[in-house]
């Protein structure tokens, strides 16, 4: 069963009034948001950004008319969704097709909510107390963030924020006292780079979290940062719910490498991508890649070098894990250990050509700071102050343990859970890496690809996976060629 819109019309027979929409959710909606409202007695009360905005409020409006159209300028209606998958394949050998877990490759449609102020809120903003935390590593655009989130809080009316200094560490660390936040104290923290707050990696013990915004009377708390801070959000909010805590947990998603699943891309990847390329100046090889061999990278390089004088390699920074000894594990923050591929491949690189005598000078450049402390561009300002403002409005909606990102170019709320639950990787037989391929002109390093098997072609029968036949396109016309 899938989700679906209703439509009816409001009004006497004959009016020309505005249909209105329902949204009924599936059965088991894998994109269901947890609402405050769901395990604690909170009505909605009316909301006063738009009065914050400088319209009139819904009650005792002295004009209708114009607060109906305050109301469509500025809010978004609960029952507005986003649809997650838009594509719909025709033939299960259609590059970038996705399987769910059962195998299943069919069209089936998905609805995000969309993100936005509501008409009706469930925080007293005069009771409200937030705080903010920014974890895991430094990435373009934190402050800009931490910026609009304070921004959007004081418009609202909350006089009560807290910056949680140097990630979830603050909670535990006396050293490092929360920080009271304002607007006229963050208004131009976004022209700096790394984060106002600090960050650092890893989780103290949750109960000592909990305890303290427990104690702090925290009510909003905002977690800045990528997957493993959200898994972070999501244990706390579980915590919370057990304590019946009247808090809502909002994530916002911070990386650099722009692989959070569902998302069209996270804040900070077009500076950290622009950066890169004044560390790169010119890619001539961006793989993963096989190593030795006539078709391997070496050789490759040796061809360019020969041919230009000059070869530039760009790798990713996970790359040729498999080929490094001694590295495995999870850091302080549950992401995997990573070897330093890009010194072993130089080394390899200075022993490949002293065999050859063919004399070089290779070097190496990290730019890992150079890109993650820098201030973010003119588009990733604007992005992050639209995600900064979306995770309070989702605050003030009641909604918890939830994330904000673009999906299909509009703005949703989303379920932590369903957004971490495995990272975006590169496929290497995918559109977009084709493309990248098609521009960088380097030859495949990989071993050919085998056809994939299925459990059972679309004619019933165990076999490979043929591609599919030409389109019917009936006869043409006399006088069409």
Same mark, same amino acid.
């Given at each position: 069963?899938?989700?679906?819109?209703?439509?009816?019309?409001?009004?006497?027979?004959?009016?020309?009034?505005?249909?209105?929409?329902?949204?009924?959710?599936?059965?088991?909606?894998?994109?269901?948001?947890?609402?405050?409202?769901? @395990?604690?007695?909170?009505?909605?009360?009316?909301?006063?950004?738009?009065?914050?905005?400088?319209?009139?409020?819904?009650?005792?409006?002295?004009?209708?008319?114009?607060?109906?159209?305050?109301?469509?300028?500025?809010?978004?209606?609960?029952?507005?969704?986003?649809?997650?998958?838009?594509?719909?394949?025709?033939?299960?050998?259609?590059? *970038?097709?996705?399987?769910?877990?059962?195998?299943?490759?069919?069209?089936?449609?998905?609805?995000?909510?969309?993100?936005?102020?509501?008409?009706? #809120? %469930?925080?007293?903003?005069?009771?409200?107390?937030?705080?903010?935390?920014?974890?895991?590593?430094?990435?373009?655009?934190?402050?800009?963030?931490?910026?609009?989130?304070?921004?959007?809080?004081?418009?609202?009316?909350?006089?009560?924020?807290?910056?949680?200094?140097?990630?979830?560490?603050?909670?535990?660390?006396?050293? %490092?006292?929360?920080?009271?936040?304002? @607007?006229?104290?963050?208004?131009?923290?976004?022209?700096? *780079?790394?984060?106002?707050?600090?960050?650092?990696?890893?989780?103290?013990?949750?109960?000592?979290?909990?305890?303290?915004?427990?104690?702090?009377?925290?009510?909003?708390?905002?977690?800045?940062?990528?997957?493993?801070?959200?898994?972070?959000?999501?244990?706390?909010?579980?915590?919370?719910?057990?304590?019946?805590?009247?808090?809502?947990?909002?994530?916002?998603?911070?990386?650099?490498?722009?692989?959070?699943?569902?998302?069209?891309? !996270?804040?900070?990847?077009? !500076?950290?991508?622009?950066?890169?390329?004044?560390?790169?100046?010119?890619?001539?090889?961006?793989?993963?890649?096989?190593?030795?061999?006539?078709?391997?990278?070496?050789?490759?390089?040796?061809?360019?070098?020969?041919?230009?004088?000059?070869?530039?390699?760009?790798?990713?920074?996970?790359?040729?894990?498999?080929?490094?000894?001694?590295?495995?594990?999870?850091?302080?923050?549950?992401?995997?250990?990573?070897?330093?591929?890009?010194?072993?491949? &130089?080394?390899?690189?200075?022993?490949?050509?002293?065999?050859?005598? #063919?004399?070089?000078?290779?070097?190496?450049?990290?730019? &890992?700071?150079?890109? @993650?402390?820098?201030?973010?561009?003119?588009?990733?300002?604007?992005?992050?102050?639209?995600?900064?403002?979306?995770?309070?409005?989702?605050?003030?909606?009641?909604? !918890?343990?939830?994330?904000?990102?673009?999906?299909? !170019?509009? %703005?949703?709320?989303?379920?932590?859970?369903?957004?971490?639950?495995?990272?975006?990787?590169?496929?290497?037989?995918?559109?977009?890496?084709?493309?990248?391929?098609?521009?960088?002109?380097?030859?495949?390093?990989?071993?050919?690809? @085998?056809?994939?098997?299925?459990? &059972?072609?679309?004619?019933?029968?165990?076999?490979?996976?043929?591609?599919?036949?030409?389109?019917?396109?009936?006869?043409?016309?006399?006088?069409?060629?």
């Amino acid at each position: 069963m899938v989700g679906f819109f209703s439509c009816f019309r409001r009004g006497s027979s004959g009016a020309s009034n505005p249909q209105a929409f329902h949204f009924s959710p599936p059965f088991n909606d894998p994109f269901a948001l947890p609402h405050i409202s769901d @395990r604690l007695i909170m009505p909605a009360i009316e909301s006063n950004y738009r009065t914050k905005s400088g319209g009139n409020s819904i009650e005792g409006s002295a004009s209708p008319k114009v607060d109906a159209n305050d109301m469509r300028r500025i809010y978004v209606h609960d029952d507005d969704r986003v649809l997650v998958k838009i594509v719909h394949f025709g033939h299960p050998s259609s590059v *970038g097709i996705e399987y769910d877990e059962n195998g299943n490759w069919q069209f089936r449609p998905l609805w995000a909510r969309r993100a936005g102020p509501r008409a009706w #809120i %469930y925080f007293n903003p005069e009771q409200v107390k937030a705080a903010i935390v920014t974890c895991g590593g430094l990435c373009p655009g934190l402050n800009d963030v931490i910026r609009q989130v304070v921004f959007t809080l004081e418009t609202y009316g909350v006089n009560h924020i807290l910056g949680i200094q140097y990630g979830f560490k603050g909670f535990v660390d006396k050293n %490092y006292p929360p920080i009271k936040l304002s @607007r006229k104290l963050v208004k131009t923290i976004n022209m700096e *780079g790394g984060s106002f707050l600090g960050v650092s990696r890893g989780c103290p013990p949750l109960k000592d979290i909990v305890d303290r915004l427990e104690e702090w009377n925290i009510n909003m708390f905002y977690v800045i940062g990528g997957n493993g801070s959200h898994a972070g959000a999501t244990a706390i909010y579980e915590q919370c719910e057990k304590r019946k805590m009247k808090m809502v947990v909002v994530g916002i998603p911070k990386t650099i490498d722009n692989d959070i699943e569902i998302l069209d891309k !996270t804040f900070g990847f077009d !500076t950290a991508v622009e950066e890169a390329q004044r560390a790169i100046n010119a890619a001539y090889t961006e793989v993963t890649f096989t190593m030795g061999g006539k078709h391997g990278v070496l050789e490759y390089m040796k061809q360019k070098i020969e041919l230009n004088g000059i070869c530039v390699v760009v790798v990713a920074e996970g790359a040729g894990q498999d080929l490094l000894e001694g590295v495995g594990g999870l850091d302080a923050s549950g992401n995997p250990i990573l070897g330093d591929f890009g010194k072993w491949f &130089t080394g390899k690189v200075k022993e490949f050509f002293a065999t050859q005598k #063919i004399p070089i000078d290779a070097k190496y450049i990290d730019p &890992t700071y150079m890109i @993650r402390a820098r201030v973010c561009n003119s588009g990733d300002h604007i992005f992050c102050s639209i995600l900064g403002q979306n995770a309070v409005h989702g605050a003030f909606a009641g909604y !918890t343990n939830i994330t904000i990102g673009v999906v299909n !170019t509009h %703005y949703c709320f989303l379920p932590i859970p369903i957004v971490i639950k495995k990272p975006r990787m590169v496929d290497p037989n995918s559109v977009m890496y084709h493309r990248c391929v098609t521009s960088t002109g380097q030859p495949d390093f990989n071993a050919p690809l @085998r056809v994939p098997q299925l459990a &059972t072609s679309p004619a019933g029968k165990q076999g490979s996976l043929q591609p599919h036949p030409p389109p019917s396109r009936g006869s043409i016309p006399r006088g069409r060629l």
